[in-house]
């Protein structure tokens, strides 16, 4: 079975700084994140057209000139090492595009092969919490946090440029999780903070959560700064 794309965001300025992409959506998660904004591609995705593979090409190489690569995202797209992920991205690669993964680091098998093959330039890793019993409360899931922790070895130990990111959710993340996140990170080349959004979010309690005001986010990445030097803040 090819990778089936669910989702096409033809051009974004947003999903990989500096760069120009193209998002792509797989349907399908291991977590229950009760901050996801996608929630049809994990429980409906069969509401969801497929788009097809030569759609998405003939688009990038009638923009080359202006398209940088893509950002494959989801859900979570090492779901689908089985399903053809690893000749996707090759495809991709071969037609002289860069390539960001998203991952949620549950995998670190599949994130070693794509990094191993050189399908990768670039890493979005989502860690969600400290890693601890905590974690399991934002991933909505047992979470294997060994498995976490070997992506994060894996990124910090490699040549593969990366950013590790957090979206940080009133309620659930306040400044003692973030300054434990950052530990967890230290010697990390880039820390995001993303600002949460409550609209459309999987937890109907969340929806009527605030978000952090900037000047709280600033406070949060200022102590993050103390173990991870180069934390920015994103969306706020």
Known sequence: MGLEIKGFIETSLLDWDGKVVSSLYVSGCNFRCPFCHNSE????????ATIPLEKIEQFLLER??????ICLTGGEPCLHKDRGLF??????????FLVKLDTNGADPECLARVIELGLVDYVAM???GPLDER????????????????SIKLLLA???????RVTVVPTLLDVQEIEMIAAEL???RKFVLQQ??????????????????????????????????????RGA
């Open 41 to 48: 591609l994990v429980e409906s995705p069969q509401r969801l």
């Open 186 to 188: 230290a010697g990390a």
């Open 87 to 96: 000749d996707f991205l090759k495809r991709i690669k071969d037609l002289g």
């Open 196 to 233: 949460f959004a409550p609209e459309h979010c999987w937890a109907e309690s969340l929806r009527v959560v605030k978000p952090y005001p900037k000047e709280k986010l600033g406070k949060m990445a200022e102590q993050a700064k103390k173990t991870v030097p180069n934390t920015f803040i």
């Open 158 to 164: 490699g040549q593969t440029p990366y950013e590790f």
């Open 64 to 69: 080359k000139d202006f398209i940088d690569g």
């Open 135 to 150: 974690y399991d409360r934002l991933s909505g899931i047992k979470t294997d946090l060994q498995k976490i922790k070997q």
């Open 126 to 128: 989502d860690v969600k």
